[in-house]
């Protein structure tokens, strides 16, 4: 079965630091690939997208994300968090093959202490 | 520019009630989305237009009703809902069905009473 997990629900880390976001995924075909930002309210904001190509991706808000095949991960960083970046994130695959569907992971929600 | 907008930003309505939520893009994207998203959860979708044609229905209860009157509009008409119907709406649109990118509105909060 297709799924997309996010192994942690809540992340603290300290303003300056670095950031890591975990996103694993189980998919047949080879898939798109997505990170999503959500505020409190408010919509999804794309971050950033995998397609192919160099696995390296670059996004904005100063975030990117790798993808290994190998592990199937796609995995958020950022090397300076800001105050501003509290929010929860939500990777999510789709693929052509299943039309317009995203499968979304549960999320990771953020909290930045100054 | 990657707008989609969303109308009201807040809804309040009785179970007896009909309301009717509104989505707008103007990117020419032929593929709008509508997805409900409850607290402290991720998105799960409920309809998908593609060419102003009715594409996916994720098995969604009658009481809600969408419309795609043409290619920039995407409405969700609601009829009886439920207290379990609160949550945020979420409209979503991209260039085709299957593309890839969905590019997603600040959504709707429906609170039923």
Redesign the interface.
């Given at each position: 079965a297709q799924s997309v997990t996010q192994p942690d629900i809540h992340i603290t880390v300290s303003e300056g630091a670095s950031l890591e976001l975990r996103c694993n995924y189980s998919y047949g075909a080879t898939p798109?690939l997505?990170w999503?930002v959500q505020s409190p309210?408010?919509?999804?904001?794309?971050l950033l997208?995998y397609?192919s190509g160099d696995t390296l991706v670059q996004g904005i808000k100063g975030f990117e994300a790798e993808f290994k095949r190998s592990q199937s991960s796609f995995n958020l960083r950022k090397p300076s968090v800001h105050w501003s970046d509290a929010a929860e994130y939500?990777c999510a695959v789709?693929?052509?093959?299943?039309?317009?569907?995203?499968i979304?992971?549960?999320?990771t929600t953020l909290q930045v202490k100054p | 520019d990657t707008e989609v907008t969303q109308t009201p930003k807040h809804l309040v309505m009785g179970m007896t009630n009909k309301k009717s939520l509104k989505c707008e893009q103007h990117m020419g994207h032929r593929a709008m989305y509508w997805y409900k998203q409850k607290a402290k959860k991720p998105p799960e979708l409920m309809f998908v237009y593609s060419y102003e044609k009715l594409s996916i229905n994720e098995s969604v209860p009658s009481r809600f009703s969408p419309e795609c009157p043409n290619s920039s509009l995407l409405n969700l008409h609601l009829h009886a809902l439920q207290p379990e119907d609160s949550a945020l709406y979420l409209c979503a649109s991209s260039q085709r069905e299957g593309d890839g990118t969905q590019y997603f509105g600040p959504g709707t909060r429906l609170l039923v009473l």
């Open positions: 798109y997505f999503y309210g408010q919509g999804l904001q794309l997208k397609f939500f789709g693929s052509p093959s299943n039309t317009g569907k995203l979304f992971g549960q999320g | -």
